[in-house]
């Protein structure tokens, strides 16, 4: 195979891995706004899917990375692109963070709550899970955000 076609192979996987956890990620932000349990429940059931794409943007990335004219080495910060690179890396550490947390200590805590207050008791922590997720969800949009800016200006070098 040769190596355009290797390249365009890893885009494209790129693209939809930025689809799935992006896509993912707006709705999560839309979830908590409108805190809708109905509505948080089922992103959470398609977490998978943002896991995912996450996933896929790691690998194809480091593959784009090796293989692009501006990588030198790996640690080698000598220019622009490798300096937004390693902005893109330091983001990805922190959302790899994030969605970690939201998986294994956020929501199995937010379940639990609402199956609490489901079976008509008193659930201390709901209304703050409730306000913290609005936060959170904010948070990991911005960190997409700024994703997709030190994308943009890698993409705009010369
Ligand atoms: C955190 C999630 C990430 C998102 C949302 C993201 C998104 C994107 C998008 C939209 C593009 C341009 C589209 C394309 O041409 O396919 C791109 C390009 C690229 N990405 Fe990512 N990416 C992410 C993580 C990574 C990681 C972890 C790496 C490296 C290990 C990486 C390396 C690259 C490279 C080398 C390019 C080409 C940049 C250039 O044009 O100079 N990406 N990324």
Excluded at 92 to 97: A, D, I, N, S, T
Aim: charged letters at 15%; aromatic letters at 14%; glycine letters at 6%.
């Amino acid at each position: 195979m040769d190596a355009t076609f290797r390249l365009a192979i890893s885009y494209s996987a790129h693209l939809l891995g930025t689809i799935l956890w992006i896509g993912w990620s707006f709705l999560l932000v839309v979830a908590s706004t409108t805190q809708d349990d109905v509505f948080v429940n089922r992103l959470r059931r398609w977490m998978p899917w943002a896991l995912l794409g996450f996933a896929v943007l790691g690998g194809s990335g480091f593959y784009q990375m090796v293989v692009d004219a501006h990588y030198e080495d790996l640690l080698a910060i000598t220019n622009a692109w490798s300096r937004a690179m390693l902005v893109k890396h330091l983001l990805y550490g922190l959302e790899l963070v994030l969605l970690v947390w939201l998986e294994l200590v956020f929501f199995p805590e937010f379940g639990l709550q609402q199956r609490i207050r489901d079976a008509g008791r008193f659930a201390p922590h709901y209304e703050t899970m409730l306000r913290r997720l609005r936060l959170v969800a904010w948070v990991n949009g911005l960190l997409a955000v700024s994703v997709l800016v030190a994308t943009a200006y890698m993409t705009a070098l010369p």
